[in-house]
């Protein structure tokens, strides 16, 4: 077997992959949110909530999505479970890139950008630490996996 065939990662099939999503979101319900988040802890990335305004909609869309953290900002890569194209919520948030989040036992406003130059580098660099394998599953995607940087945001208030 040829060198380069054994170092492609395995990923499993796409109708598992949504199933795996559809059962997470469906216990996190389930349980009232007491099952399906955590934080990142040693090298095991977190798990959070995030909840976008649909761009096309302008509905609320919540989808549980792994994350590290970087001083008061969450990251999390929008890698669609490494398949071609961008998450739904990616796009989303490139339209409204005011979000919330729900993590243990907080919930906050954030708002969205993508990492760029030195930053990306940086984060990509702190995401290798949780997933060594983080560049042969991008090299799966014929485009860049966007990481996307949650900043913690105060919603102006209105007078």
Do not use: C
């Not at 490494?82 to 948030?93: E, V």
């Not at 930053?119 to 995401?127: H, N």
């Amino acid at each position: 077997m040829p060198d380069d065939v054994r170092s492609q990662p395995r990923v499993p099939p796409r109708w598992f992959v949504r199933t795996a999503w559809w059962v997470h979101r469906g216990l996190y319900r389930v349980t009232g949110g007491r099952f399906g988040l955590r934080r990142p802890r040693g090298h095991r990335w977190g798990m959070l909530r995030l909840t976008t305004t649909g761009r096309r909609t302008g509905r609320e869309h919540s989808v549980i999505v792994a994350y590290i953290e970087n001083g008061d900002d969450l990251v999390t890569l929008a890698m669609n479970g490494w398949a071609q194209g961008d998450p739904a919520w990616w796009l989303n948030l490139k339209a409204h890139p005011e979000a919330t989040v729900d993590l243990v036992h907080e919930s906050r406003p954030v708002r969205a950008h993508a990492a760029q130059d030195a930053e990306r580098d940086q984060l990509w660099t702190a995401w290798r630490a949780y997933d060594h394998e983080l560049d042969a599953y991008a090299g799966l995607r014929t485009t860049e996996t966007a990481v996307v940087v949650l900043s913690p945001w105060e919603q102006p208030t209105h007078l």
